[in-house]
């Protein structure tokens, strides 16, 4: 299955091209997509995965991917602000850097968090399918380790004791946000009925 991939963060493309094997994912050119205005990961996912349809080629998939942060003691910041959290156009690092600012005085219950990731796929007739992964979590006061990317130096997920970034890639291959809604995709992708053609159907 051909699949055209509208983002432009090399840590998402490395970790769908395992989480999807047999999916032949390629990068679509992000230059002049719009902004992500939409206040949910949902609507961001599908406005990538429908900005995708009118450029990639006819036959292939798009597929759409928007993730982030959700922190209990920042009221759900940075959410669907996380690649931006220190500024527009902000590295990772910044925005690490800012997060662990932010959260300098807060104690554990407000370093709870969960990272979020939904997929949107347009297949070649326009239908549409949506998934959603999640993973708990708490932000540690210090980074720790060069796996991943982001903010996964300084997120410990539920039931662990160390950061996703020491962690490491196998370990989010198992268990990330990303790799559950990779197998929601999956299954839904299995068991959706016959298409139905147009732009606006849902399967
Ligand atoms: P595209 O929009 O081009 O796909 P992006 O990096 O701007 O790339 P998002 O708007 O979806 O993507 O922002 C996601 C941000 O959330 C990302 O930059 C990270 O800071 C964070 N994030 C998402 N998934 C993550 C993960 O698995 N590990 C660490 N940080 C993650």
Redesign the pocket.
């Known amino acids: 299955m051909r699949v055209a ?5 090399p ?2 493309l490395r ?1 769908l091209r395992a989480l999807l094997p047999g999916w032949e994912i390629d990068p679509l050119d ?1 230059a002049g ?1 719009p902004e ?1 205005t939409g206040e949910t ?1 949902a609507e ?2 599908r406005m ?1 995965a429908l900005w995708g349809r009118t450029r990639a080629p006819a036959d292939a998939w798009v597929l ?6 959700e922190v209990d003691g920042l009221a759900g910041a ?1 959410g ?1 602000r ?4 220190a500024g527009e156009g902000a590295s ?1 690092e910044a ?2 850097a800012r997060l662990l600012h932010d959260l300098r005085d807060t104690a554990e219950p407000g370093r709870r968090a969960r ?1 979020v ?1 939904e997929l949107a796929l347009v297949g070649p007739d326009g239908g549409e399918l949506l998934a959603r992964g999640t993973l708990e979590g708490t932000i540690a006061r210090e980074p720790r380790g060069t796996g ?5 130096p300084a ?1 410990v997920p539920e039931g662990e004791t160390e950061t ?1 970034g020491v962690l490491g890639d196998a370990w ?1 291959a198992g268990s ?3 790799a559950r809604a990779a197998r929601v995709l999956r299954v839904a992708l299995g068991a959706a009925p016959a298409r139905p053609a147009g732009p606006s159907s849902v399967w």
């Open positions: 991939l509208v983002s432009g963060n840590g998402k970790e992000t997509i992500e990961f961001n996912a990538k759409g991917e928007d993730s982030g942060l940075p669907v996380s690649a931006r959290y990772d925005n690490l990272y990731c991943g990317f982001g903010y996964d997120f996703v989010k990330s946000h990303r």
